[in-house]
């Protein structure tokens, strides 16, 4: 069955530190994967994807991530946090569905926290 | 750039009523999908829907759920007979096609609490 690893609930890093989330995933098929970003009290923002081509991925507010097929993953990164990264990342994977169409599962998200 | 539109914002109901959450996906999306959060929790996929038919629903969609496209904009959630377990916040998304690879469009959810 498909599913979507995070490692790390929390993550605490100094602003202008490195970030790096991790995210790894199984799937039967050539996967479809996501970052998604919820800042407090509000909604899922897409940060970036991979779908097909280029395996390293550029997103929004400097955010970036690789896929790495032979490792399964999809680290998120970012070379220097700021004070408004705080937020739950979550990665998801797109995956076939019992009725013929995808349908995207999340991880159990990675609440970042950055301190001055 | 074109949204995923939710309301109410916030619900709050009695616990045995009825509540429908309502949901606009963008125009020309054809695939449409209900996520629930608990509160502190994941996001875990309800539902998924196309051509005015339930393509994929999960354990949780019990007979209590229920989906409909009513007016051909509209994409409602309704939750039959409210339980203390279904405070959560609600998300709606849609995608144009059938795998996702342009991304899933997320609105900005409703957040039920059920009293």
């Known amino acids: 069955a498909q599913s979507v690893t995070q490692l790390g609930s929390h993550v605490s890093v100094s602003e202008g530190a490195l970030v790096l989330l991790r995210c790894n995933y199984s799937s039967s098929v050539p996967p479809y994967l996501f970052w998604y970003v919820q800042y407090p009290n509000q909604g899922l923002q897409l940060l970036l994807k991979y779908t097909t081509g280029a395996t390293l991925v550029k997103g929004i507010n400097g955010f970036e991530a690789e896929f790495k097929k032979s490792e399964t993953s999809f680290h998120l990164t970012k070379p220097s946090a700021h004070m408004s990264d705080a937020a739950e990342y979550f990665c998801a994977v797109s995956v076939p569905a019992s009725g013929g169409y995808n349908k995207l599962i999340f991880g159990a998200g990675t609440r970042l926290a950055v301190h001055p | 750039e074109p949204e995923v539109t939710q309301t109410p914002s916030h619900q709050v109901t009695q616990m045995g009523q009825e509540v429908i959450l309502r949901c606009v996906p963008i125009s020309n999306h054809l695939y449409f999908y209900w996520y629930r959060q608990i509160l502190g929790q994941k996001v875990e996929f309800l539902v998924s829907?196309?051509?005015?038919?339930?393509?994929?629903k999960s354990e949780i969609f019990d007979d209590q759920f229920s989906v409909e496209r009513p007016d051909g904009s509209n994409f409602t959630l309704k939750i039959r007979s409210t339980k203390l377990e279904d405070s959560a916040m609600y998300f709606c998304a849609s995608s144009e096609a059938w795998t996702g690879r342009d991304g899933y469009t997320f609105g900005s959810g409703t957040r039920l609490t059920v009293v």
């Open positions: 829907f196309y051509n005015n038919e339930i393509s994929e």
